[in-house]
Each structure stands twice: as structure tokens, then as C-alpha cells.
């Protein structure tokens, strides 16, 4: 499966988000929390933010969203999928919320854990990450919070935007109606990393498509107030032919629409109601034997609907306090139909044989969730604001009911240097599509209940340089049990293979310290530096096991020369240090006919760990103007010097004479990828 992985992800890309230092501002909008990153539309005037064009100018293959989150302190990924970690945490761990409206699953691709986000990377206006210590607005997650902010209409000039890549079309269109009193936009993509898998000659087994659109209309129907209407579509398919190995089938798709109205009114109150519909569905077929012997028979079907409605409200009360509060209310319904055959090879009484495996499941849940929450800000004085807060969230399905208190507080020590710290409970139940039957699994857990502990010291000199150290540390009760597959890691049939383990960890721990210097918005060199130290565990047992992406040490280093406004050049390099691994063994079992056959058992589990994973990317970009408007262009090489970074091994055992000979070769995440693309923006 490693080719088709490296095809899944030949949409990736990697840049780093700035950290905003924040200026004095109103007390509503103050930033009280700590681990909390921006990425804004150049007009934000900040010279720590990071514009649109800077977004694109930095080293990427595809132009993945969720990709260029990835190198921010306490964020982990691979090569292969969107899907990030969180200081330790796995992505369902993160709340991502699009224009106000919660995504449930923004990724194409699943089979292979999410290789893409359904979200265009050129659709964002502003994007802001909560890695620790998020306020009591957001709800139902344990790890960090992710709120985007799509591109309006500006102004009655239409603004139109048309991208081609190697593994992509996109086109993109914004404008405004009503004399300018509404606004419009839309996107929408088309991938086919099928054509990148005919150029490798593997077009004849592996066959991968994506699509997603976007699209949003607001209108200002009284001063101070607009009401606008949103849609959001899915799709992907993914058919796999592999010798020696059973045929997938899937498709997935994902509609969501919903409404969002803001309102500012005249005596300091605002308040935003947001009232959303879902719908997902999963279609998985899978059919075959593994090495022409063992058979497997799969049928998975699941959806979801879900109706969510949500209201915030903000109130300035005066110079010194002000009020947050608002409320949720939300029902779902899912079902389930899973069915399994599969036949594990098995060693007993000297015969080796195929023990049959069933697993049945239809499954209706239904869920209701409400949610409340009051979050007072006061100014104890001119330096000093605190930030206590209650919420409250309930689930019926799995019969959840959480209080959450948190504080927040920020010191100002001097015009230029900011002290943060966060302490608060965080509770996130299981959601109702989450339940993973295709291992047997029918019952719905308790909520996990994280203790987020966060202190962060922000300091601006007057050069530009923007530093920040934070340390962090997070107590999880109630880690909820999950599956892990100790040797293939990203096996599109998960639950067939027999290298799989139930894991029920008691707590969990994670906890680290995090630097970032950045230089950016200043003459010609733009740079950020980071570097985290940090460890994530969970105990099972007796047992203390790393976590699947625990890494101790991790280095990010970019840089962007603009010489001038037509060209720029951009370097990313990384480091960390390996992930850990489940070694394999294989050792020698007598049949009953006298021939011997090679059996597999696994060392202890994650108790190996791989070689330090290192990458240099690089980026020129061309900006061509034209008669209307402007034409881009870029080159980019992913993996400059061709590193062989190892996610797993894989091996190869032979029995000849009665001598068994095992030969173990690193799994490789994607090697050097040079790739090219070309826009045009009107």
C-alpha cells in the first residue's frame, strides 16, 4: 500500500502559521489564551501575521490546508495524511469549525486516515489554532480548537481565480450584489492524483478521486446585522487492485448547509446564531484473499445526520467586564451495517489453517446534546485580566453529563511582553459516528475528562522580533480504549488484520515546552524558528506506552526572500526525532507433515523507535501581470535531497533447508517530489 499512499499524498504541503502579537485592544477581544495561533488576510495590519500570498509563497505540494498547519510548535504529521497531532493528541481530539459551523469529518481519502482536507487552501481569509487552554466557547474536545474564516466579495468588482497543479484543478470566484450590500463566494476543486499514479505506471490498480465545493452568500439586512447562507460538499472515491490482496471499493461523501447570523448592536451586545444540518455517508466494499489463501468478505455501510443549532452571546459591560455566554442545542441519528468474513492463518496441532472470523453489526443510535457556558472577563487592573468560566455539556447517547470550569488570564509586564496561563477541565464523548463496530465494537464509552495546565510568556522587541516560550501539560481521566495495529499501520482493511491490538488506557499524560522566534513582514527575508521538547504517554495496565506519534525533539526553520514583487524564493527545513515502533519477529513452527513455516509475533508494544525523520523543501514562485489580472507560477521540490524517512518496516521472511531468514527494510514516506502549478487571479 505504500505507492498508493504516496499518491494519496502527492496534495500535501508544509508552511508555518505565525503567532499574532496582540496589541491592546478592546477587553472583549483581548487574547486571555495561551497557545493560540493566527493566520489572517494581509489586511489584518499585524507585522506577525501571515497574508495569503505569503501562505502560497511557502514550500507546499498540492496546497493542502490542514498541511500548512503542520509545522507549528506541538503539531505532528507525516507524510501521508492531513490528519494532525496535537501536542500528543490524534485529530478527533480537535474541534474544526468552518464559518461558524462544526465539521465533523473535513478529510478526502479515509482509507488512508484522510490523505486531503476538503477545505481550499485559497478559500481561507483567517484561520486560528488552540493548541491548550481554549476558552469555554468551544466545547466536546479534549486537545485544541481550529476555527476558519472564508474570503467575501469585496466591493461590485468580481474577483475570479483559476489553478492548475499536477494533481489538481480549482477555480474560485467572489462578488457582491445588492449595491454591495451582499456578498458572494464559491470554490470548488477537482482532484486526480489518478493522472500522478499514470505517470508512476500504477494507474492499472490504484485509482483515487476527490472533489469539493464551497460556496456562501451574506447580506447585511439591517446595520450592524448580516445573515448569511452556506453549503459545503464532499466527495471521494478509491478503488484498489493489488496483487495478492483483496479489491477496495469506497465512497464517501459529506454535504453539510447551514445559516449563520451576526449581529452588533447598539449598547455593546453581539451575539452570532448559527443553526447547521449534516449529512455523511460511508460506502465500503472489500472482497479477496490475502497471498491467493485466506479470504476476506467485507460490506460497511454508515451515515450520519445530524441538526445543530447555536448561539453566542457577547456583552461589554464596561471598560473593566464583560460577559460571554451562549448555549447549544443538537440531535443526531446514525446507522450502522457491517459486515465482516475474514480468515486468519493460525498454527495449531501442527496444521496451519484459515480460522474463520465473523463480525455482524446493525446499529440505529440516536443522540441529543445540549451545552452551556459563562465566561466573565474582568480587568482586576491596568496589567492584570482574568478569565473564570463554567460549561456544561451533556450527550444521551452515551449518557455523558459534564461540568467543565476553566480560567484564563493574561499579565501585561510591560508594553511589549505578555505572561498567559490556562487551567481547565475539557470533556469530549464519543460521536455518534465514531463507534468502531468494524472491530465488534457496539457500546458507546464514557467522555474523556482532559486537565489542560498552560503558561506561555510572549515578548515583541522593537526590531520585529516576535519570541515566545510555553509550557504545557495535559492529564487526560478516562482515555478512551482504542485499536491499534502494531505492524501496518495504514492497511486499507484495518480490522482484517491480525496485528491488531485493544489497548484500554487508564490515563493519559502529555506535557512539553515550546519556542518560537519569527521575523516576518520586514524588508526582504521573512524567518521562523521553533523547537519543541515533549513527551506523550498513556498507561495501560501496568504498562507506560509512548504515544503512536510521540516524538521528544522537533526543529521547524523557514525562510522567504523577496527581492522583488515579482519573485519569491522559500526554504523549509524540519527535524524530530523517531516515532515509536512495534518490532516484528518470526521464528520457526514444525507442521505436522515435517516442513516449517515462519511465525510472526511482535515485540513489546511501541517499545522500538525509528530514525530521526529529517526534510528540506524549497519554493520559487513567478508573478506575471496581465492585461486583467495577474498570472502565477511555481516550482516546488518536496524532500530536497531525497531523504529515506522510515514510518514503519517491512519484512520478508523465507524458509529454505530448514533456515529461516528474515529481511527487514524501512517503509519510506514519500522521497523527492518536484512538482509545478500555475494560477491565474482576475
Excluded at 235 to 260: F, Q
Excluded at 340 to 367: K, M, N
Amino acid at each position: 500500500m505504500s505507492t498508493l499512499l504516496t499518491a494519496a499524498a502527492l496534495s500535501l504541503n508544509a508552511q508555518s502559521v505565525p503567532v499574532r502579537a496582540e496589541p491592546a485592544v478592546q477587553l472583549e477581544r483581548f487574547v486571555v489564551t495561551p497557545s493560540h495561533f493566527d493566520l489572517t488576510d494581509a489586511g489584518a495590519g499585524s507585522p506577525s501575521t501571515l497574508s495569503q500570498r505569503d501562505l502560497e509563497s511557502l514550500p507546499q505540494i498540492g496546497e493542502d490546508l490542514f498541511r500548512s498547519i503542520a509545522r507549528l510548535p506541538g503539531v505532528t504529521a507525516d507524510d501521508f495524511t492531513a490528519k494532525f497531532w496535537v501536542r500528543g493528541a490524534p485529530q478527533r481530539q480537535l474541534l474544526v469549525r468552518l464559518d461558524g459551523a462544526d465539521l465533523l469529518e473535513p478529510f478526502h481519502l479515509k482509507d488512508v486516515d484522510g490523505a486531503l482536507s476538503i477545505i481550499d487552501l485559497h478559500a481561507i481569509r483567517q484561520l486560528d489554532l488552540m493548541t491548550g487552554g481554549f476558552n469555554a466557547d468551544y466545547g466536546n474536545r479534549t486537545a485544541g480548537v481550529l476555527t476558519m474564516e472564508t474570503l467575501s466579495g469585496n466591493g461590485q468588482t468580481l474577483n475570479a481565480s483559476l489553478g492548475l497543479s499536477l494533481t489538481s484543478l480549482r477555480a474560485g470566484a467572489a462578488g457582491a450584489f445588492a449595491d454591495g450590500t451582499g456578498r458572494w463566494f464559491g470554490s470548488i476543486r477537482r482532484g486526480y492524483p489518478d493522472i500522478a499514479l499514470r505517470a508512476q505506471g500504477r494507474a492499472d490498480d490504484i485509482f483515487p478521486r476527490y472533489w469539493d465545493a464551497y460556496a456562501k452568500a451574506e447580506f447585511e439586512i439591517l446595520s450592524g446585522h448580516t445573515l448569511s447562507l452556506h453549503a459545503l460538499h464532499s466527495g471521494d472515491t478509491l478503488r484498489v487492485l493489488n496483487d495478492n490482496s483483496p479489491e477496495l471499493r469506497s465512497a464517501y461523501n459529506s454535504d453539510s448547509l447551514w445559516g449563520r447570523w451576526r449581529a452588533q448592536f447598539k449598547n455593546s451586545l453581539t451575539a452570532e446564531t448559527v443553526a447547521t444540518a449534516s449529512w455523511l455517508t460511508w460506502h465500503r466494499d472489500g472482497n479477496g484473499a490475502y497471498a491467493s489463501r485466506y479470504h476476506i468478505d467485507l460490506r460497511d455501510r454508515k451515515s450520519l445526520a445530524s441538526y445543530d443549532l447555536r448561539q453566542d452571546w457577547s456583552y461589554g459591560a464596561s471598560s473593566t467586564l464583560s460577559l460571554r455566554g451562549g448555549w447549544e442545542y443538537a440531535q443526531a441519528a446514525a446507522d450502522y451495517s457491517y459486515y465482516l468474513y475474514r480468515e486468519d492463518p493460525v498454527v495449531s496441532g501442527g496444521v496451519l489453517s484459515g480460522v474463520p472470523r465473523t463480525i455482524t453489526l446493525a446499529l440505529s443510535p440516536r443522540d441529543t446534546t445540549t451545552a452551556l457556558f459563562l465566561a466573565p472577563r474582568l480587568a482586576v487592573n491596568s496589567a492584570l485580566t482574568i478569565e473564570p468560566a463554567l460549561r456544561f455539556d451533556r450527550h444521551t447517547a452515551s449518557q455523558d453529563a459534564d461540568t467543565s470550569p476553566r480560567l484564563n488570564a493574561a499579565l501585561t509586564l510591560s508594553r511589549r511582553t505578555t505572561l498567559r496561563a490556562a487551567w481547565g477541565l475539557y470533556a469530549q464523548a464519543q460521536g455518534l459516528h465514531e463507534l468502531p463496530v468494524q472491530f465488534g465494537d457496539a457500546t458507546f464509552q464514557r467522555a474523556e475528562q482532559a486537565e489542560h495546565r498552560v503558561l506561555s510568556l510572549d515578548h515583541r522587541f522593537a526590531s520585529g522580533l516576535n519570541l515566545r516560550i510555553e509550557a504545557y501539560q495535559r492529564l487526560t481521566a478516562h482515555p478512551r480504549t482504542h485499536w491499534l495495529n502494531r505492524y501496518d499501520t495504514y492497511n486499507v482493511f484495518p480490522e482484517a488484520q491480525t496485528d491488531r491490538l485493544l489497548l484500554a488506557p487508564s490515563t493519559a499524560e502529555a506535557q512539553g515546552v515550546e519556542l518560537l522566534a519569527q521575523h516576518r513582514g520586514h524588508e526582504k527575508f521573512d524567518w521562523t524558528i521553533s523547537y519543541a521538547l515533549s513527551q506523550a504517554r498513556e498507561k495501560v495496565g501496568q504498562v507506560t506506552l509512548p504515544g503512536l506519534r510521540d516524538q521528544r525533539h522537533a526543529f521547524h526553520v523557514d525562510l522567504t526572500y523577496t527581492p522583488n514583487a515579482k519573485w519569491r524564493f522559500s526554504a523549509a527545513w524540519q527535524y524530530h526525532t523517531g516515532w515509536p515502533i512495534t518490532l516484528v519477529n518470526y521464528s520457526l513452527a514444525t507442521l505436522s507433515t515435517g516442513s516449517r513455516v515462519a511465525v510472526r509475533s511482535f515485540g513489546d508494544t511501541l517499545g522500538a523507535q525509528l530514525a530521526a525523520y529529517h526534510r528540506l523543501d524549497l519554493r520559487a514562485s513567478r508573478t506575471i501581470a496581465l492585461r486583467h489580472g495577474e498570472l502565477k507560477v511555481f516550482v516546488d521540490i518536496f524532500n530536497a535531497y531525497d531523504q529515506s524517512n522510515a514510518i514503519a518496516y517491512d519484512y520478508d521472511p523465507s524458509v529454505s533447508g530448514g533456515t529461516l531468514t528474515v529481511i527487514r527494510k524501512p517503509r519510506e514516506m514519500l522521497p523527492l517530489l518536484p512538482t509545478a502549478g500555475v494560477s491565474w487571479d482576475l
